[in-house]
């Protein structure tokens, strides 16, 4: 009967994983509810109110699959609520990974992973969103079961495979929480060195077989089905080399201080962010100190060797493609860095006054953290709405003087030349210098390309238009009259030409 397989689920159930759900799904709705409950489409959510999200383009080979889950509508609620689950799964996986066991040890990293910046900037891409948390879902999945079972990195790999089918990025995610693993075992495991990096392997198998599974897939797709792969991010020079060594060291370390300590840069305002991850940083030299004096020099050698490793795993595309970019939807690996402390936390004995100052800090400084995150979030949706509403605004004005041009009634294709920026200093400065670089959040305005316009208008105002071809475009761009056109807002800056309208917004 469901009811007694319901009580037998119930009983499989452990406190922590209750727990690591339950703070998830709370600080998660808390954070992020606004975001749920209003339609605050970016530039990409304007003409992905429908979408199939088969991106195969970017070699996201199972992204639309994933997505298709919620439906292709971009359903702010259901995604949300989708993506909550997902994430507090996550969170419940990471547990279970790390064998948290105290009770702030779970709050903390629930509330850091759900909070964290590339979440929110996720967010902003709400139509897809979900299929982008069943990513760092699956990417947990698989170095769980790679933990747990003899043989498990077969059904590991392919878990992982599937994830980095969804977004390549969850590759230094993967990565990140493996090494958090082997730093449990080198500081708090009771193996010898030889039985530790013995059952290492396994990890190495499960990212190696499942990033062969993803290279033969993308291989395939492009020589046997003709597929054309975008340039976008690098994605086209995948496998074809990658920056120098030296240039990927500088690209990383460079990435590096401008996530964790931007502020402390030239020209760059300090925010809280930066105040808290310099604590957070004497923190994890505190609890290392701490952890390394009973280790032996073999364990220590290890230790600094994967801790000085993790901010090259967290950014390990640079060694993949020499055309790839690092932005805020690609470094939710870093997410380990502030969880390295709850490990200390969560095994130290607290009743020692060495112990009690990192319990402590630990606590105090990852709450500010997460509840910063939150803020964070919040002033990112804050912007998405003033930017959304701002556009908004702008195409009714745009629409209406396109409407009272002459000739508007025999109009069935849009020409736009330019981008009309709307600006403000709340939206050009006061508002990004308090926010790490968050992709997707910032900026003033959802109207970047024609086809934006032609989005808006057809969705929002309900007329719809077809875009001038090249040639024509090309053709007005070359005549004495376009050259001589005012540009927006100027009232001769529409024109009527047979069945086009003609927008100069700029030279």
């Given amino acids: 009967m469901p009811e007694q397989i319901l009580e037998k689920f119930k009983t499989w159930l452990r406190p922590e994983w209750k727990s690591a759900f339950m703070a998830s799904v709370v600080i998660g709705f808390l954070i992020h509810l606004y975001a749920f ?32 889950i919620s439906s292709f509508f971009d359903l702010p609620f259901v995604i949300g609520v989708m ?53 760092f879902l699956l990417a947990a999945l698989a170095v769980l079961v790679t933990q747990k079972f003899k043989y498990g990195f077969i059904a590991g790999a392919l878990i992982f495979y599937l994830s980095v089918g969804i977004y390549q990025a969850n590759l230094p995610f ?14 708090f495991g009771n193996r010898k060195i030889k039985v530790m990096v013995y059952k290492w392997t396994s990890y190495v198998w499960t990212i190696g077989i499942g990033m062969i599974l993803y290279a033969i897939t993308f291989k395939t797709y492009q020589t046997y089905f003709a597929g054309e792969i975008t340039d976008y991010q ?32 030239a020209d ?13 940083v004497f923190i994890t030299i505190a609890g290392l100190i701490g952890a390394l004096r009973k280790l032996s020099i073999g364990h220590i050698v290890l230790v600094v060797g994967v801790f000085v490793m993790m901010p090259v795993l967290s950014y390990c595309m640079y060694f993949v493609s020499p055309g790839v970019e690092y932005h805020m939807l690609m470094v939710m690996g870093l997410v380990s860095f502030y969880i390295l402390p709850i490990l200390f936390y969560d095994q130290m004995i607290s009743e020692k006054r060495f112990g009690q100052g990192i319990a402590w800090s630990t606590v105090i400084v990852l709450g500010l953290t997460v509840f910063n995150f939150g803020l964070i979030a919040n002033i990112s949706y804050f912007n998405t709405t003033l930017k959304y509403e701002k556009s908004i605004s702008y195409a009714n004005r745009v629409l209406d003087r396109m409407e009272q041009t002459d000739g508007y009634e025999n109009v069935t294709k849009l020409a736009i030349f330019g981008t009309y920026y709307l600006k403000s200093e709340l939206g050009s400065s006061t508002i990004p210098d308090k926010l790490p670089s968050m992709t997707g959040v910032i900026g003033e305005t959802i109207l970047a390309q024609p ?19 090249e040639l024509e475009k090309n053709t ?16 001769d800056s529409i024109r009527v030409k047979g069945d086009i309208i003609v927008i100069k917004l700029n030279k």
């Fill in 37 to 68: 409950v209003n339609y605050l489409p970016n530039h990409d959510g304007l003409i992905n109110i429908h979408n199939t999200q088969l991106k195969f383009k970017l070699g996201r080979f199972f992204l639309g699959p994933f997505s298709g």
């Fill in 83 to 135: 993506s909550i689950f997902y994430l507090a799964i996550t969170v419940v996986l990471i547990v279970e990974i790390l064998k948290l066991r105290k009770t702030l040890s779970i709050w903390l990293t629930a509330g850091l992973v759900v909070s964290f910046p590339t979440v929110a900037s996720t967010f902003s891409y709400m139509f897809t969103a979900d299929g982008y948390m069943m990513g």
């Fill in 174 to 187: 993967a990565l990140t929480l493996i090494a958090l693993v082997w730093l449990q075992d080198l500081l």
């Fill in 234 to 265: 690098g994605l086209s020079e995948i496998g074809a080399g990658s920056l120098n060594l030296l240039s990927a060291f500088v690209a990383i370390k460079d990435s590096m201080l401008n996530f964790f300590f931007g502020g402390f840069q």
């Fill in 268 to 280: 760059i305002p300090m925010t809280f962010m930066d105040v808290l991850n310099i604590v957070l």
């Fill in 451 to 469: 086809y934006h316009y032609q989005y808006l208008f057809a969705n929002e105002f309900g007329e719809s238009f077809h875009l001038a071809s």
């Fill in 476 to 491: 007005i761009q070359d005549s004495e009259w376009f050259e001589e056109m005012p540009t927006w807002p100027h009232p």
